[in-house]
């Protein structure tokens, strides 16, 4: 569902970047830009008050949103 | 929340926590396929953007309505939460995996501090007011392609949003 929100934004003007934990299932439906992350289901951004890696995947996403439509990263540690 | 709807959060997060292979096919199952990949090009650099969150992960302010999580289509509507939120002032509701870890550090399904940070530090200008609580697990989007993304657009193009940051729950 979210991946319809992204493709609806970016036909109306809004460049977006979205975080991944299934890829095969993002790419399937279209996600513009996507980044692959290692965390588990529930905890997209990291561990709880682990804000080192919040500051980084935040950085990470904001950078992808300046790419082509169609890019897929992986979150670099 | 009913007992009904407790017992099918356990087994959902059961399974896709201990089953990650099938949940990943039973999710791919349910997954419409699109052609095509839009394209918005930004057009400035990030110092004069205006950036939003969205997130399905159930979050939403305390002082807001929880999602229908009764509901078993699932609850297509969204939550607004403004730029100056703190985390205090928000919770998940959500059933489809295990919500103690966001709800003792939000900013782990919604780094709405680590945007606001960036705007303090002039790499962005400003963090939107119209960030967006949804709540994920809908397989039937007809309701949310009809009625709360026209609903959601219309409030970006309004806020005059440049980028999106999307997060999963």
């Known amino acids: 569902m979210l991946g319809l929100y992204a493709r609806a934004l970016e036909e109306r003007g809004t460049a977006t970047a979205m975080i991944t934990i299934l890829p095969e299932v993002t790419d399937a439906v279209g996600v513009p830009r996507t980044m692959h992350v290692p965390f588990k289901l529930g905890r997209p951004c990291g561990e709880p008050f682990d804000f080192e890696t919040r500051k980084k995947v935040v950085d990470q996403l904001l950078a992808l949103a300046m790419k082509p439509s169609g890019t897929r990263i992986e979150y670099q540690e | ?169």
């Open chain 2, 1 to 169: 929340m009913k007992r009904k709807t407790k017992v099918k959060s356990k087994l959902s997060v059961a399974f896709s926590t201990n089953f990650p292979e099938a949940y990943k096919k039973f999710t791919l199952k349910h997954v419409n396929e699109r052609q095509g990949m839009p394209e918005t090009v930004l057009a400035k650099p990030f110092r004069e953007c205006k950036v939003a969150l969205i997130t399905t992960s159930g979050i939403h302010l305390k002082s807001d309505r929880p999602f229908d999580v009764d509901n078993p289509a699932g609850d297509p509507t969204y939550r607004l939460i403004p730029a100056a939120a703190q985390e205090e002032e928000l919770t998940v509701t959500h059933i489809y995996y295990n919500t103690k870890f966001a709800k003792t550090d939000p900013t782990i399904v919604f780094p709405l501090p680590q945007l606001r940070a960036l705007t303090d530090k002039g790499e962005i200008r400003s963090v939107a007011d119209v960030n967006v609580g949804l709540n994920g697990g809908i397989l039937e989007t007809s309701a949310v392609e009809q009625e709360a993304i026209p609903k959601v657009m219309a409030l970006f193009e309004n806020e005059q949003v440049d980028i999106a940051l999307l997060v999963p729950g």
